[in-house]
């Protein structure tokens, strides 16, 4: 079925697709991940296609994913597939850096080089794994542990702002805190993350 000249999604890709906008809006990081690891290859190869750099092409996928975790209510899933409208995203994204690089290299003529340093693709797709990993681990966490690293990692709170949160003294927020953190360093260090 076709709504003007936009095809709609199938009945199962529409579903699946409003069931991770759900999760998305709610904030559930799982459902960050989800999305990468089914549309991050096709957002860093349209990407690299339009860009001709591996680099900024791994720049445009974080781009994407940091815009769909932002902005989730950006994306309705009614009006088009997930994979279509973080295909388009990633082009626009794309076609915006050739033109930024255009207007670089022109005043870079006039101005010297730019001296910034920027990640490389694979630089950015291991940063994303670990994140999924460091994500999952945290979600294994007793809930008390679990509750008291979420509020500090992933809402900004201070050790007293978690203690107060949480109804309990702040030694006690610390000591859930590094309790936590110790776990998530062992269990990373068993996948072979970190030192």
């Not at 906008?21 to 990407?47: I, M, N, P, S, W």
């Amino acid at each position: 079925m076709v709504t003007g000249d936009r095809p709609r999604p199938t009945t199962e890709t529409a579903s699946a697709d409003a069931e991770l906008h759900r999760r998305l809006v709610a904030g559930d990081e799982t459902a960050l991940c989800e999305a990468y690891r089914l549309f991050g290859k096709l957002v860093h190869t349209l990407a690299q296609r339009v860009t001709r750099d591996r680099d900024a092409a791994g720049d445009i996928v974080q781009d994407v994913f940091g815009y769909l975790w932002e902005r989730p209510l950006r994306y309705d899933p009614n009006r088009a597939a997930l994979r279509t409208w973080l295909a388009m995203l990633a082009h626009r994204r794309a076609v915006d850096w050739v033109r930024a690089e255009e207007r670089q290299r022109a005043a870079a003529g006039r101005f010297g080089p730019p001296q910034e340093a920027v990640p490389s693709a694979a630089e950015t797709v291991e940063v994303a794994d670990t994140f999924c990993r460091v994500r999952h681990t945290v979600a294994g966490l007793p809930e008390s542990l679990r509750t008291a690293v979420e509020l500090a990692f992933y809402r900004g709170m201070t050790y007293r702002e978690v203690a107060a949160e949480l109804g309990i003294p702040e030694g006690t927020a610390k000591s859930r805190m590094r309790s936590a953190l110790a776990r998530i360093a062992r269990a990373l260090a068993e996948e072979g993350i970190g030192g």
